[in-house]
């Protein structure tokens, strides 16, 4: 019997929805990872480090010229300034940083704050940590929100924002005006902004990227968490870093420390060449991604999904109501197991998994494949769509 706080939970549609399309031999546009790898100079410099002098305990807080490059990074990309030695932090990923978060700021009965749909740690580092994650919609199909049912729903229990932007799994990047509705009552309200800024370099023109900590009075308010992992194509790697105020970065090194204590050390050495990488590689990189983004976008397009252009991530939304109107978990096991190509159901992005099903038809694609994977995966559509189709008529 699992202990209450774990009952909500069972195995990540991440996982699920890998597992089927390997028992379907699908293509895997589900679980949001590239089919490709990072840059070799960042592979050969972990490795250096494996057969050189990294391989014990990295101090917890991350190993200091990591740190002290993250501190540049964020001070050339966004003139934030932060002190590597009190104010930036390693751990193992994203995930664990948002973990150490809602250990750190929140006590039993604390409530937190965040849009819905969101990424899914979100509950379970609530839950884990004794807090109540409340909701606010993010209306599709612009995803847009009214800053009233945000004001609406904090109560004097109220501590965090989680704001993700670029967002998981909408394909939103927050504009400067929603962020500076959303930072004045923050102040207002006196709570702290934890941000998941993950994918901050998958960015399509004209969208840019604006991190919280930016904007007048937020920054010593703001934990702005980020990652290797899709900027650098690694994401097996759960290299993540959090950027925070002095006294905010002690509330969650303490749990950091207590729990995987450090981070792998040769991989982090190996993410100390990925932030000396030049402009040309984030340049590649965004037209790459652009024109992943496109070849996806076209063949949804023409085999009937219904579906705009992201401005950040590598995910698409697709609304699938003109091939069939059935719920999302529906469509998409009948499209890993019939047409061989794998999504996700929007619906578990929702607290309220059963509504979103019943309102929603929409499913997540990822594109953070080959152009290759992605015209397998058209050519799927074309030859196996109008067949699975007529299946059903049968
Ligand atoms: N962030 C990725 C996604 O949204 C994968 C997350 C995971 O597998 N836990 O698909």
Not at 244 to 254: F, G, S, W
């Amino acid at each position: 019997m699992l202990p209450s706080r774990w009952q909500a939970f069972s195995s990540s549609i991440f996982s699920k929805m890998s597992q089927m399309a390997a028992a379907h031999q699908a293509v895997n546009l589900a679980q949001g990872f590239p089919d490709f790898d990072g840059p070799d100079v960042i592979k050969e410099a972990a490795i250096a480090a494996i057969r050189g002098a990294f391989n014990q305990y990295a101090p917890s807080t991350g190993l200091g010229e990591l740190r002290r490059q993250l501190a540049q990074r964020q001070a050339a990309q966004y003139g934030l300034q932060y002190d590597f030695a009190t104010e930036v932090t390693v751990f193992s990923g994203a995930t664990e940083a948002i973990f150490c978060c809602m250990m750190g700021l929140c006590g039993p009965g604390d409530e937190v704050l965040t849009f819905e749909p969101f990424f899914d740690c979100y509950p379970a580092a609530c839950a884990m940590a004794g807090a109540v994650l409340k909701t606010v919609p993010l209306k599709a199909p612009d995803w847009s929100f009214a800053i009233e049912d945000l004001r609406n729903a904090i109560t004097e229990r109220t501590r965090v924002l989680i704001l993700n932007s670029p967002h998981n799994p909408s394909g939103k990047v927050f504009t400067r005006h929603e962020l500076l509705s959303l930072a004045q009552l923050v102040q207002e309200k006196n709570l702290i902004v934890v941000t998941d800024e993950v994918y901050e370099e998958l960015i399509f023109t004209p969208a840019r990227h604006l991190p919280m900590a930016r904007l007048d009075g937020m920054r010593d308010r703001t934990i702005t968490i980020s990652s290797t992992a899709k900027t650098f194509s690694l994401t097996g790697w759960k290299v993540g870093f959090a950027f925070a105020e002095k006294k905010l970065t002690e509330l969650i090194r303490i749990p950091h420390q207590y729990t995987v204590f450090c981070s792998a050390t040769p991989l982090q050495a190996g993410m100390i060449a990925a932030f000396q990488l030049g402009q040309e590689y984030f340049l590649d990189f965004r037209e790459l991604y652009t024109r992943r983004r496109d070849t996806l976008l076209a063949i949804l397009r023409r085999h009937g999904f219904v579906c705009k252009a992201p401005e950040g991530t590598y995910f698409i939304t697709a609304d699938y109501r003109s091939i069939r109107d059935v719920p999302d978990m529906e469509f998409a096991t009948w499209l890993t197991e019939k047409v061989g190509v794998a999504c996700l159901p929007i619906s578990n992005f929702y607290l309220d998994a059963a509504a979103a099903s019943a309102n929603l038809r929409l499913v997540r694609f990822a594109f953070c494949k080959q152009i290759e994977t992605l015209e397998a995966a058209g050519r799927l559509l074309q030859e196996r769509l109008p067949e699975a189709l007529a299946a059903l008529k049968n």
